[in-house]
């Protein structure tokens, strides 16, 4: 009777960190440890793969109580020498010594199978990966539920839910002070953040990329409002929303890097020359949300959802369904392949469902 190796699986997380990434790795934990099998975690992404003693065993006991908490004890990293994506539809390659060089890191360690837990770049890494021959299973991250063929990713509802709140926390400041309050969200070339946080946390207008607006149709919507007896507005702006012919805003970060934001700034500024000459409103202020968005710990949703991930990716090992990505649809966690994940970007559809309920319970897009 032969008797089956243990198998040796090797994991990472990988990009911005999300709330849920350590759900998927106790998930994959104890869906492994119940077949016997080992797992090993790579430190700090992908750059993991290509030091000596970058990686840790990773246990039932070292994983305990983890689900609940946000980060990711494996560390990650949005840099290094694994980019396949740059800016808006740029491509990378890996270059071939790293690629030689995570080949012998994962051949030191008799890797049978990587699951790497990324959102639309580091997914396109692991596509990379695999097509030169390793054998990787993908996990969907991203607060900006930006990624295609997954209905969602775990991350975003944890950060719909930071939006909902602080926007519950700016209404009651902007009623006591007849203000208007503009809160910039993330989600990179996407909206789908602020649309379902606007409409969570109240909000009266939300801006989004998919649906550029004008200066003149948002002015009018705050003028309608106060007119109509309501001196306070809420406004949501993805930090990639557009005015209508106008560009994305990027701003100066750190190592001349540049990174989304400012539009907030822009749209108060613009607001205030429009509404108040003559005065109309009295004051208008702007909150950047920023990493707060990123952080803290899980909703029950992403505590969930990442479990079955990390559970579903154990499965694909074990069927030997390399270059799958898990992919959660219509209440189910299956596979599709790595490669349709990353083609393009999952954006909002402006004619969808989600925004004629936003538009029908009176929030303006400014369009
Ligand atoms: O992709 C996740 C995300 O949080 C975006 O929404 C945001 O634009 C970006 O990452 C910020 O990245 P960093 O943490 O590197 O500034």
Sequence with gaps: MSVEKQKIIGILTSGGDCPGLNAVLRGVVCAATNLGWKVIGFLDGYEGLLGKDTHMDLTLQNTEGVMQRGGTILGTTNRG?????????????????????????????????????????????????????????????????????????????????????????????????????????????????????????????????????????????????????????????????????????????????????????????????????????????????GHLQRGGDPTTLDRILGTRFGVKAVDLIAEEKFGQMVSYQNYQILSVPIASAVRRLKTVPPESQMVETCRAVGISFGD
Excluded at 120 to 131: K, V, W
Excluded at 186 to 200: E, N, P, S
Excluded at 217 to 228: C, D, G, I, N, S
Excluded at 243 to 272: N, P
Aim: hydrophobic share 40%; with cysteine; glycine share 12%.
């Design 81 to 289: 020498h694994f980019i396949s994506k740059t800016g808006q539809g740029g491509k990378a390659r890996i270059s071939s010594e790293v690629m030689e060089k995570t080949r012998a890191t994962l051949a030191r360690l008799n890797i049978d199978g990587l699951i790497t837990i990324g959102g639309d770049g580091s997914l396109a890494t692991s596509n990379q990966l695999y097509e030169s021959g390793i054998k990787v299973i993908g996990v969907p991250k991203t607060i900006d539920n930006d990624l295609e063929a997954t209905a969602m990713t775990f991350g975003f509802d944890s950060a719909v839910a930071c939006v909902a709140d602080a926007l519950d926390r700016l209404h009651t400041t902007a009623k006591a002070h007849k203000r208007v309050m503009i809160i910039e969200v993330m989600g990179r070339h996407a909206g789908w953040i602020a649309l379902y946080g606007g409409l969570a946390g109240g909000s009266d207008v939300i801006l989004i990329p998919e649906i550029p607006f004008s200066f003149d149709k948002l002015t009018a919507a705050v003028r309608k409002r106060f007119h109509e007896g309501y001196p306070s507005t809420l406004i949501v702006v993805a930090e990639g929303a557009t005015s209508r012919g106008g560009r994305e805003q990027y701003r100066a970060a750190a190592a001349g890097e540049y990174r989304l934001g400012g539009v907030g700034d822009t749209v108060a500024r613009e607001l205030d020359h429009r509404l108040n000459k003559p005065k109309l409103v009295k004051e208008i202020r702007t909150c950047v949300l």
